[in-house]
């Protein structure tokens, strides 16, 4: 009795891991840190200095030099010179660098891990066990990318010199995030981390010419939001990659626009946890730790809303509020502790404010232990009794704060946690395999978990949908995004442009017998006038009429969105079924083909081995997409854990295609076969030359069993309605082919729905080239990775 009463009362002591090797290594700098430019440690004169503090107890740790734009310039050139001769030295000397940096990271493990707990104030538990092995596993991952790049990623070339910006959440991990995959495919990087967490990647700097990176390859500056932003602007970055708040996101995207960069965008979350009635509750609390209270919820992709089936709620939320009770906190140094500081006092204040200011909405707070802004500690706290659209269940709190709902049925599970601006995470929690299975893949979101939270690994791409942003990291997929393929050439228009001068006065003096022909607008299956009444003559080569089309408007725009929203069941079509819509798409056209040819040769001035040419083209292009509808297909993937990520592409949803001028029937079916063979639906606004071609495609299509809003073509003048799609807010991505005004255009007015943007200059490929005009870089931009990570065995 008396042995057991005193085991209920063991307290935990503290078991410190040392700083003394991370101390020491700090004075050996003298606490200050410049820039790592060009495999040199820089100092300038008179720089703004930012202090970097322990958030536990407020100690000065070091101190940072603020990167001036002439320093940034000076990063991005060391990155320029030296990347054409890091590409050429080869896929096997480059694996042999990420391998060194892996065993050096690896050697170097514990002070890194201690570096980061003091600079961040996360566990010392979390960053020796998760974040640098996962890090490191990184660099062991793509050390075997860069050895295959030349058989397994032929015909892609590196983007060249790309911009890192990452957070303060992990700063070691998302740095070997960034840079592994990005140097492996032969890219050179300024890599710039959070001004509150430098030091780690610091310590990474050193290292790099240990490991013989060569000078210029790995830049890291340092500095506040503002060097960031000189960053991404610079006019010699050739791609943006950047994780943190979705607001800093669309700043970036908009200072971007019209550059012609590549663009990834890792951003903020409000992931579902969804525990159905059937779920295994002890894992399910094991599996909220995970979700909310790893890394203080400092993580974009936390558990933070917790669904639960109500006939289970109650019996939960007791188990959770008990296990609450044994959460450790404590110095996060203390390897027995399970809970940290929040990085910062102004994150602290953050996650304080939004909490108190939502609960002024209602809500119920539940915490075993009060906030205490000393040593920047907020304590696991839950929050019930409270509707789907109060703000703290819409804003991201980043912070040890779950809300808990209820749902009843299945249908309402998905819905309410489909009922976010997000779409970074989610996981499901089930016994029942089937039921896990349906849901997974209902939840809009890039990576969803079945029974388990927060697993991440190198092999398994990670990014979100909606204003989680765009892109993946890890996996194959994240290796296309520092990469370009190497087969686009730069062609000129092949067809002959229209003389606009005299067609005027044509259109009063035609005596063509078609000039009363008007072909209308394909709107959700149906042929329909355009909303203002308005028609526009498409002309042939030779100025004369060859039929009227309508003046669209934005009505007619959001007409067209609207169709192919209805349209979404095409999504959910098999593949099998998809291809067989384009086969017989093929089919019907062919028996136009006399017609087509004469068309193409009147209307684009081609001669009749051209006009067919691109016809022949255009049926073999729709057979290439048939035949990928079924083949595009996802990987299982074999990470460190008992279980299976399956990798599925999912389609992006409704896609708005601005077409380019020349080459007209080819141009259109290589946009929109690829778009729908992967079960998108899309919006079609034709190149201004050659409008009438798209719209005799019409029939063709009415005939051809596509269901009616998969395809929608609006004519008129290209950069207004091109401007009202990618103002839209439930078209998720426009690829746009035209000048540079139209581009840019288009990229900043994406900024509201963060849109994936994929913009090229009007005469960038001859649609005939099967190297330019068709393959796997259009299925890949019809598509994007959902992981779906799933554990198995009792
Ligand atoms: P930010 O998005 O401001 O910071 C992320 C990175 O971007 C940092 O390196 C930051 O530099 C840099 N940065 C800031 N402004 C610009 C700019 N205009 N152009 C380019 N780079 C810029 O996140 P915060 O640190 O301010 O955190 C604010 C909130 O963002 C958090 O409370 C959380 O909700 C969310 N967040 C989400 C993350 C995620 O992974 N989804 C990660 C971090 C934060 P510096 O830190 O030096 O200012």
């Given at each position: 009795m008396?042995?057991?009463?005193?085991?209920?009362?063991?307290?935990?002591?503290?078991?410190?891991?040392?700083?003394?090797?991370?101390?020491?290594?700090?004075?050996?700098?003298?606490?200050?840190?410049?820039?790592?430019?060009?495999?040199?440690?820089?100092?300038?004169?008179?720089?703004?200095?930012?202090?970097?503090?322990n958030p536990a107890d407020s100690s000065v740790l070091a101190a940072i030099e603020v990167a001036d734009?002439?320093?940034?310039?000076?990063?991005?050139?060391?990155?320029?010179?030296?990347?054409?001769?890091?590409?050429?030295?080869?896929?096997?000397?480059?694996?042999?660098?990420?391998?060194?940096?892996?065993?050096l990271i690896q050697k170097h493990a514990r002070v890194i891990s201690v570096l980061e707990t003091l600079d961040n104030g996360k566990p010392i538990?979390?960053?020796?066990?998760?974040?640098?092995?996962?890090?490191?596993?990184?660099?062991?991952?793509?050390?075997?990318?860069?050895?295959?790049?030349?058989?397994?990623?032929?015909?892609?070339?590196p983007v060249g010199v790309v911009a890192q910006i990452i957070p303060w959440n992990f700063p070691f991990l998302m740095l070997a995030w960034k840079i592994a995959p990005a140097i492996a495919m032969g890219n050179s990087i300024v890599l710039k981390p959070a001004e509150s967490t430098p030091l780690t990647a610091m310590f990474f700097a050193q290292l790099c010419t240990e490991a013989g990176v060569p000078k210029g390859v790995i830049n890291i500056i340092n500095g506040a939001g503002n060097t960031g932003a000189t960053l991404s602007a610079h006019p010699n970055v050739n791609k943006v990659a950047f994780t943190g708040s979705t607001a800093v996101g669309r700043a970036i995207r908009k200072s971007t626009a019209g550059q012609s960069k590549k663009l990834t965008l890792e951003l903020g979350g409000k992931?579902?946890?969804?525990?159905?009635?059937?779920?295994?509750?002890?894992?399910?609390?094991?599996?909220?730790?995970?979700?909310?209270?790893?890394?203080?919820?400092?993580?974009?992709?936390?558990?933070?809303?917790?669904?639960?089936?109500?006939?289970?709620?109650?019996?939960?939320?007791?188990?959770?509020?008990?296990?609450?009770?044994?959460?450790?906190?404590?110095?996060?140094?203390?390897?027995?502790?399970?809970?940290?500081?929040?990085?910062?006092?102004?994150?602290?204040?953050?996650?304080?404010?939004?909490v108190k200011s939502g609960l002024?909405?209602?809500?119920?707070?539940?915490?075993?232990?009060?906030?205490?802004?000393?040593?920047?500690?907020?304590?696991?706290?839950?929050?019930?009794?409270?509707?789907?659209?109060?703000?703290?269940?819409?804003?991201?709190?980043?912070?040890?704060?779950?809300?808990?709902?209820?749902?009843?049925?299945?249908?309402?599970?998905?819905?309410?946690?489909?009922?976010?601006?997000?779409?970074?995470?989610?996981?499901?929690?089930?016994?029942?395999?089937?039921?896990?299975?349906?849901?997974?893949?209902?939840?809009?979101?890039?990576?969803?978990w079945i029974n388990c939270h927060n697993k991440f690994d190198a092999a398994c791409g990670f990014g979100g949908v909606k204003e989680s942003g765009f892109g993946r990291e890890g996996g194959k997929e994240g290796l296309y995004e520092y990469l370009k393929p190497i087969q686009l050439k730069y062609k000129t228009t092949k067809g002959a442009s229209v003389n606009k001068a005299s067609s005027i006065s044509n259109v009063q003096?035609?005596?063509?017998?078609?000039?009363?022909?008007?072909?209308?607008?394909?709107?959700?299956?149906?042929?329909?006038?355009?909303?203002?009444?308005?028609?526009?003559?498409?002309?042939?080569?030779?100025?004369?009429?060859?039929?009227?089309?309508?003046?669209?408007?934005?009505?007619?725009?959001?007409?067209?969105?609207?169709?192919?929203?209805?349209?979404?069941?095409?999504?959910?079509?098999?593949?099998?079924?998809?291809?067989?819509v384009l086969y017989f798409f093929a089919e019907n056209l062919t028996v136009r083909k006399d017609e087509f040819i004469k068309r193409l040769m009147e209307t684009c001035g081609v001669k009749k081995p051209e006009a067919t040419a691109e016809f022949n083209a255009t049926i073999s292009r729709i057979f290439s997409y048939a035949a990928w509808a079924d083949k595009f297909d996802g990987a299982a993937h074999d990470?460190?854990?008992?279980?299976?990520?399956?990798?599925?592409p999912e389609p992006i949803g409704i896609i708005g295609l601005v077409a380019p001028d020349h080459q007209p029937l080819l141009a259109a079916i290589s946009l929109i076969a690829p778009a729908i063979a992967m079960g998108n639906r899309v919006v079609y606004i034709p190149g201004e030359q050659y409008q009438n071609i798209v719209l005799?495609?019409?029939?063709?299509?009415?005939?051809?069993?596509?269901?009616?809003?998969?395809?929608?073509?609006?004519?008129?003048?290209?950069?207004?309605?091109?401007?009202?799609?990618?103002?839209?807010?439930?078209?998720?991505?426009?690829?746009?082919?035209?000048?540079?005004?139209?581009?840019?255009?288009?990229?900043?007015?994406?900024?509201?729905?963060?849109?994936?943007?994929?913009?090229?200059?009007?005469?960038?490929?001859?649609?005939?080239?099967?190297?330019?005009?068709?393959g796997t870089e259009f299925l890949r931009k019809a598509t994007h990775v959902k992981n779906i990570w799933t554990p198995y065995g009792d």
């Open positions: 008396k042995l057991s009463k005193s085991i209920e009362e063991l307290e935990y002591s503290q078991a410190l891991e040392s700083d003394k090797e991370a101390m020491e290594w700090l004075e050996s700098n003298g606490r200050k840190f410049g820039q790592f430019i060009g495999g040199e440690f820089l100092f300038q004169k008179n720089a703004d200095q930012i202090k970097v503090t734009d002439k320093t940034v310039d000076l990063a991005v050139t060391a990155a320029s010179k030296s990347q054409k001769s890091w590409y050429k030295a080869g896929g096997h000397a480059r694996a042999k660098v990420l391998y060194a940096l892996a065993r538990r979390e960053s020796r066990d998760s974040d640098i092995p996962l890090a490191i596993r990184h660099f062991y991952y793509h050390a075997g990318w860069a050895q295959l790049q030349e058989s397994e990623l032929a015909g892609q070339e992931s579902a946890f969804v525990v159905f009635d059937d779920a295994d509750l002890d894992s399910v609390v094991e599996g909220i730790v995970d979700a909310i209270w790893y890394n203080q919820g400092e993580v974009c992709c936390a558990g933070s809303r917790l669904l639960i089936q109500a006939s289970v709620e109650k019996k939960l939320v007791a188990k959770i509020k008990k296990r609450m009770e044994t959460l450790r906190f404590g110095t996060p140094l203390d390897k027995s502790i399970d809970v940290g500081s929040l990085v910062s006092d102004k994150q602290f204040e953050q996650v304080s404010h939004l002024k909405s209602g809500g119920n707070l539940f915490q075993c232990e009060k906030p205490d802004s000393s040593k920047n500690y907020y304590p696991p706290s839950i929050i019930t009794d409270v509707d789907s659209s109060h703000p703290l269940v819409q804003e991201e709190i980043f912070g040890p704060v779950l809300v808990i709902m209820s749902f009843r049925t299945q249908p309402e599970a998905i819905q309410l946690a489909n009922n976010t601006r997000y779409g970074l995470s989610a996981s499901v929690w089930s016994e029942n395999i089937n039921r896990a299975m349906h849901v997974a893949p209902a939840l809009i979101a890039g990576v969803v003096n035609s005596t063509s017998s078609e000039i009363d022909r008007t072909l209308k607008f394909y709107i959700g299956g149906k042929q329909v006038r355009p909303d203002g009444g308005n028609s526009i003559p498409a002309l042939n080569f030779d100025g004369s009429i060859s039929a009227w089309v309508g003046q669209g408007n934005r009505k007619d725009i959001r007409n067209a969105v609207e169709a192919a929203r209805k349209a979404n069941g095409w999504a959910s079509k098999t593949a099998h079924l998809r291809a067989q990470a460190p854990y008992r279980g299976v990520t399956l990798a599925l005799e495609l019409v029939s063709v299509m009415e005939t051809s069993d596509i269901p009616g809003g998969v395809i929608n073509i609006i004519t008129g003048d290209k950069k207004e309605l091109s401007s009202h799609l990618a103002g839209h807010g439930e078209v998720e991505s426009i690829w746009c082919w035209g000048d540079s005004d139209l581009n840019k255009n288009i990229e900043s007015i994406s900024v509201e729905n963060l849109k994936r943007t994929w913009c090229h200059e009007n005469n960038d490929r001859d649609w005939l080239d099967i190297n330019s005009g068709e």
